[in-house]
């Protein structure tokens, strides 16, 4: 049974993922920012009777990375993400910095370590949840954009970089 650690599954894509992959039989850790969301997804879990492991996990937080890291894992989706529209002449610099912190810094972060556990034993899959924003830019988006686009960068040349060793990467 492989085990995926999916960030960002307390709401859209990516907890529909972590409840599909668990009912074709994955050991899911289904990981959410904050405590809310981990209450809110075991009651998800039990009225659909699916078992998740679930683990409050703020990926801007390097703890929270390192416990993390510390898992086996077969399978990571970066799943976590924000998005603060508005234009980009608006958008306060704070705002922005918290957006790449979340979108860019943090999933490649926990990234480094995981992959350098999946280096060593030869094999692995990354994903990282882009949007098509990070390929069509559009009004009141320009910052999420931006920090999709830099994370589809990130994952094309992971993919390079990995392949070797046995590490798949994914867009």
Avoid: H
């Avoid at 599954?9 to 599909?20: D, I, K, P, R, V």
């Avoid at 705002?95 to 810094?105: A, D, G, K, L």
């Avoid at 069509?136 to 931006?146: K, L, R, W």
Wanted: charged share 25%.
């Amino acid at each position: 049974m492989k085990t995926v650690l999916i960030t960002g599954a307390g709401s859209g894509l990516n907890n529909g993922a972590a409840f599909e992959l668990a009912e074709r039989g994955y050991d899911v850790i289904a990981c959410v920012e904050i405590y809310p969301q981990v209450r809110a997804l075991e009651l998800q879990a039990n009225e659909r009777g699916v078992k998740l492991r679930i683990e409050k996990i703020d990926v801007t937080k390097e703890g929270d990375r390192r416990r993390a890291i510390s898992w086996d894992v077969d399978v990571l989706v970066n799943g976590a993400g924000i998005i603060e529209g508005g234009a980009v002449v608006d958008i306060p610099g704070e705002n922005m910095r918290r957006q790449f912190e979340v979108n860019v810094i943090g999933p490649v972060l926990l990234t480094q370590g995981i992959a350098r556990k999946m280096i060593k034993r030869r094999s692995g899959r990354i994903i990282f949840m882009s949007s098509v924003v990070g390929i069509v830019s559009g009004p009141f988006v320009g910052i999420y954009g931006a920090s999709k686009r830099a994370l589809e960068a990130i994952a094309d040349t992971m993919s390079m970089e990995l392949q070797e060793f046995g590490v798949e990467v994914a867009l």
